[in-house]
């Protein structure tokens, strides 16, 4: 099993920046993903990181999010840009292992305008 505990969520304005963590625990994993749901939507993957550090984004998100690895802390960070209203959701961080997917209990991103 894998034990996942997200942080950095909040509320900022529109243009600000953000930066979640998601740090783990427990079995080894092979990609961490990163998720997000705005109320009554359903839940959309933002981006992955694999464990060589390998990433790929929603189009949504690119050129915007960066998703980062510290090994030393088993942390992997999303690191938020230029957000944008749409952007408000809970963000989620979900770990892929070959026994199935472990998620953490999400945090919430609010940006307004």
């Known amino acids: 099993q894998v034990q996942l505990v997200e942080s950095g969520g909040g509320s900022v304005q529109a243009g600000e920046s953000m930066r979640l963590s998601c740090a783990a625990s427990g079995s080894t994993f092979y990609a961490i993903g990163w998720y997000r749901q705005a109320p009554g939507k359903q839940r959309d993957l933002v981006g992955t990181?694999?464990?060589?550090?390998?990433?790929n984004y929603a189009d949504s998100v690119k050129g915007r999010f960066t998703m980062l690895r510290d090994f030393a802390k088993n942390t992997v960070y999303l690191q938020m840009n230029s957000l944008k209203v749409e952007d408000t959701a809970v963000y989620y961080c979900?770990?892929?292992?070959?026994?199935?997917?472990?998620w953490g209990q999400g945090t919430q991103v609010t940006v307004s305008s």
């Open positions: 979900a770990a892929y292992t070959l026994g199935g997917n472990y």
């Open positions: 990181i694999t464990s060589g550090g390998s990433t």
